[in-house]
């Protein structure tokens, strides 16, 4: 009778062990992370992501390692460049967990490992620029780093991925004359720009002018053609009239009377020129030969008495 009681309080213990057991030893692990089991005190696997099964009390998850990208924040220090400047310098790292066994037994805590050796890299690196290089050349100075670190994390289960510099900080002293040679640098640029413009001013001015004076150059040129060309051609019509005209006396010439009208022409012209001196003056001009005059007038007189 007593056993009959006891017997569904047993087989409800073994029912509550039984789950108890087995939410001991399944172990469902997230996407993008890795976990370590022991096994009474010694490496034994890695639960990949999804549902796993281990021993209770045998096997245990020792560490828990994120797989996926993860940024540190280094801590801001003082370097010396190779021109012995002091210079503030403050980095984000970039590192992803590749070797999850590594990472638990390669060291004691790979965050602080790597943040240590990215500092040290980071003060060998700036200790071999010059100030001036520090600014200009901050992506070699991220890849140098990146190296360095990246050689020693492969025994720690760790993969760098890449290193950005946040701030570059010189002393206050550095800066006033850094932003003192800006400035001039800014003022010479000014300078020379507003040269620059005169000068292109000028050759502008210069090129106006240069080409005014062509432009009225030919101008004149042309004007003076055409005056060339229209002198040209009056002296041709005055020319070709005259010969015209020379052709004309020639055929009356040559008509029946020509010579007496040529004479008779004459004539009246001798005497209307003798009679135009005579009344210039008060003086009374006589021929010298004046049988030459009236002869000339009796010639002309007979040849207008034959054309009648």
């Known amino acids: 009778m007593t056993d009959t009681i006891y ?55 020792a560490y828990r390692h994120s797989l996926k990208e993860i940024p540190l924040d280094t801590e801001a220090q003082v370097c010396i460049t190779k021109d012995n400047t002091q210079l503030t310098v403050d980095g984000l790292l970039y590192f992803q967990v590749t070797d999850p066994k590594l990472a638990s037994y390669g060291t004691s805590n790979y965050v602080q490992a790597i943040s240590q050796l990215a500092q040290t890299s980071l003060r060998s690196v700036i200790g071999q620029m010059e100030l001036d290089k520090t600014f200009e050349e901050r992506e070699e100075i991220n890849s140098q780093v990146v190296r360095a670190i990246d050689e020693a994390a492969r025994n720690w289960g760790v993969k760098v991925l890449r290193y950005e510099i946040k701030d570059l900080t010189p002393p206050a002293e550095i800066l006033r004359a850094m932003q003192q040679q800006i400035t001039a640098e800014r003022e010479k640029r000014a ?50 009239a005259q010969a015209e005209a020379i ?30 001196v005579a009344k210039q003056g008060n003086t009374l001009i006589v021929p010298a030969d004046m049988g030459n005059m009236a002869s000339l007038v009796s010639s002309a007189l007979n040849i207008v008495k034959a054309q009648k």
Do not use: C
């Not at 099964?53 to 045998?58: H, R, T």
């Not at 052709?247 to 029946?256: D, F, G, I, K, T």
């Not at 004539?267 to 209307?272: D, R």
């Open 247 to 276: 052709r004309m006396v020639a055929a009356a010439l040559a008509e029946e009377g020509g010579m007496s009208a040529v004479n008779l022409q004459v004539a009246e012209k001798y005497v209307e020129a003798f009679s135009n």
């Open 7 to 61: 017997l569904p309080y047993f087989t409800i213990l073994l029912g509550v062990l039984a789950l108890v057991f087995l939410a001991l030893a399944v172990r469902v692990v997230p996407q993008q992370q890795g976990w370590i089991v022991e096994r009474l005190g010694k490496f034994h696997s890695v639960l990949e992501p999804g549902l796993n099964f281990i021993i209770p009390l045998v096997d245990r998850v």
């Open 191 to 240: 300078l020379i720009a507003a040269s620059e413009g005169r000068k292109q001013e000028a050759i502008n001015l210069a090129e106006g002018q240069r080409a005014a004076l062509i432009a009225q150059s030919e101008g004149e040129k042309q004007s003076a053609i055409n005056r060339a060309e229209g002198e040209a051609r009056s002296i041709e019509a005055v020319a070709a």
